[in-house]
């Protein structure tokens, strides 16, 4: 699996400017004091960090708009080295797996909605100080990753073209909204909304809620979450079925004529930090997710619309998961095998009849 060459670049131009920071003793003077003031980490944990040469190589899917400058804040605080390589959780996976097979010890840190999706032995333990902030659906049970952002999945629509009014209150009524037919689409991989509406209504009520909307309203299947949202936001679908409310966020926060509501079930799964258990940089992949669960890095992710996982941090907008209610929210953390059968289910239930 190769990466494009320019998220090499560009990963590589990260790495060098923070090491151009630093100078020539390797911890700047701002980083020194920066340090100082963390709440996530200690002088001294920093410096047994830096012993391990200075640098953490991050794998992750998160965009280099809101990745950078949140590695940029580590850099300042620490003085270590951010070499940040961006690429799809697909992408990341098959590298990770190829580079396990020839034994490389390629990564410290992966941050991506797919960590838990790895084989377990790839993956050392993560026991982090801040842990013990974060909402309990934000830890492994088995202890090889956490949380590090909330995606919650509702319905999303265009403001400009639906009436807020008469949004569904139900999946159920949902699906008899046949004046939206042709003008609603879904990302082919929400496995994690199909499982919940099983888990909630049970299987037989589930798949015929799910036929009842692919029969009247005719979704259009789409590849990537992201661009579903803009997508939406842009007018060219009147409604997501279903996205990641992040996202629909996220596209508001810019100016897009989005919003979400929402319907119970809600699906919550994790945008996950991992750590290589062959990492070249252990202590220091321990302090950089130690940093991500931080108040600090958490404050810093709601700017573009980032959910964070402790109850200390506000989101953005304020009322952005208040705005759930009494909706019921269902936790999915897939197993590899997991995501296999309920991707199986999800294409067959979302394949035109």
């Known amino acids: 699996m190769k990466f494009r060459r320019r998220d090499i670049l560009r990963a590589s131009a990260f790495g060098l400017a923070g090491m151009a920071a630093a100078g020539p003793s390797g911890w700047s003077a701002r980083a020194q004091t920066a340090a100082a003031k963390t709440s996530w980490a200690t002088p001294s944990v ?6 391990e040469g200075g640098e953490i190589i991050i794998y992750g899917s998160m965009n280099e708009q809101e990745a950078l400058p949140l590695w940029k804040e580590f850099e300042a605080a620490t003085g270590i080295v951010v070499k940040y390589v961006r690429s799809s959780d697909t992408g990341l996976m098959s590298r990770i797996v190829l580079e396990a097979r020839a034994q490389q010890r390629a990564w410290d840190l992966v941050v991506t909605t797919a960590v838990s999706k790895l084989p377990s032995e790839f993956l050392a333990p993560i026991d982090l100080p801040e842990s013990k902030n974060l909402m309990k659906d ?9 949380g590090v952002y909330a995606n919650y999945n509702t319905p999303a629509y265009n403001t400009k073209f639906v009436d807020k009014a008469f949004l569904p209150k139900s999946y ?5 909204r046949k004046d ?5 689409a879904i990302d082919g991989n929400d496995s994690q909304w199909v499982y919940a509406l099983f888990e909630h209504y049970g299987e037989q009520k589930a798949r015929k809620i799910i036929g009842d909307i692919v029969a009247n309203l005719k979704p259009t299947v ?7 949202a803009r997508s939406v936001g842009l007018g060219e679908y009147w409604v997501a079925l ?9 596209v508001a926060l810019k100016g897009g004529e989005t919003d979400y509501w929402a319907l119970e079930p809600i699906a919550l799964f994790f945008g996950q930090a991992g750590i290589s258990a062959r990492a070249p940089h252990p202590k220091t992949a321990l302090l950089a997710a130690n940093f991500l669960v931080s108040r600090e890095a958490q404050t810093l992710l709601t700017q573009a619309g980032r959910l964070p996982v402790r109850g200390d941090v506000a989101p953005n907008p304020a009322d952005a998961v208040k705005r759930f209610g009494a909706n019921k929210i269902i936790a999915t953390n897939f ?19």
């Open 46 to 51: 920093i410096a047994a960090a830096k012993a």
């Open 138 to 146: 934000a830890l492994d049970p088995k202890g090889k990753w956490c």
């Open 172 to 176: 159920e009524e949902f699906a008899t």
């Open 180 to 184: 939206w037919a042709g003008k609603v």
């Open 222 to 228: 789409v590849d990537g979450h992201l661009a579903l």
């Open 242 to 250: 279903n996205n990641y409310t992040n996202l629909t966020i996220n």
């Open 335 to 353: 197993t590899p095998d997991d995501e296999k059968k309920w991707q199986r289910i999800t294409t067959d239930l979302l394949r035109p009849r």
